[in-house]
């Protein structure tokens, strides 16, 4: 069956911008997560959205990011104004309903320069 | 503040070498910890988890990790390598009262020649 897919998978975008990612999660899957792997470094934790609870947003890094999640289904990430320390790669997430952390199946990821 | 630390950030080892690789966490309570491996050209997957239980568990491909909870220690090991274990491995921590979040180690880019 289909994975978690990403679009775009590369975007290049000057400073100052907004972009906007987009997650196609896993059909059935109600966990969402969205992580940040900047170069020479782990993967961060943004935000994660499970079912029609709040989301936990706790690592957002500032608020020029925000994230939304339509129908329990497809996310976007939404960065405004960007800089040039948000280049990195963004990585969504998702799990089962009843699946615990480990059961998070990633995508190929955004790779996002900004210039 | 919370970390998880990995000691080496390149390998490079030949085949049926041994590997083991560190990884360190700073947290206080209790946590789940995981190995993710990415291999070229494919996605972020998981390789193996501890819970609780025995503190030595085994994953796939010949993948084993300990925990230790004296040295906040979870490190993996291979006693052979191969050249399609090139990939790089992140370690991961759960603390269990922050559900669904991960929290990941740098990396280690593991490249097993022939």
């Known amino acids: 069956g289909a994975g978690v897919s990403q679009s775009p998978s590369n975007k290049v975008t000057e400073k100052g911008k907004d972009v906007e990612l987009r997650c196609d999660p896993i059909?059935?899957?109600?966990?969402l997560y969205w992580y940040r792997q900047s170069l020479g470094q782990g993967l961060e934790f943004l935000i994660y959205f499970q079912g029609n609870s709040a989301p936990d947003k706790s690592g957002l890094p500032s608020d020029r990011f925000s994230a939304e999640r339509t129908g329990g289904s497809v996310s976007t990430l939404t960065i405004q104004r960007t800089q040039q320390e948000d280049s990195a790669v963004y990585l969504c997430a998702s799990s089962p309903p009843l699946g615990g952390v480990e059961t998070q199946y990633f995508g190929p990821g955004t790779r996002l320069l900004v210039l | 503040a919370q970390s998880v630390s990995q000691h080496n950030h390149h390998v490079i080892l030949s085949e049926a070498a041994s590997l083991e690789l560190g990884c360190n966490y700073s947290y206080g309570g209790t946590v789940n910890l995981f190995w993710y491996v990415q291999y070229p050209g494919q996605h972020l997957q998981l390789l193996l988890k501890y819970f609780s239980g025995d503190p030595l568990v085994k994953g796939i491909k010949g993948f084993e990790a300990e925990f230790i909870k004296s040295k906040f220690s979870f490190n993996l090991r291979k006693p052979s390598v191969q050249w399609s274990d090139t990939a790089e491995y992140f370690c991961?921590?759960?603390?269990?009262?922050?559900?669904?979040?991960?929290?990941f180690g740098a990396g280690t880019q593991v490249v097993v020649t022939p």
């Open positions: 991961a921590v759960n603390p269990r009262d922050s559900w669904g979040k991960l929290q």
């Open positions: 059909s059935g899957h109600t966990a």
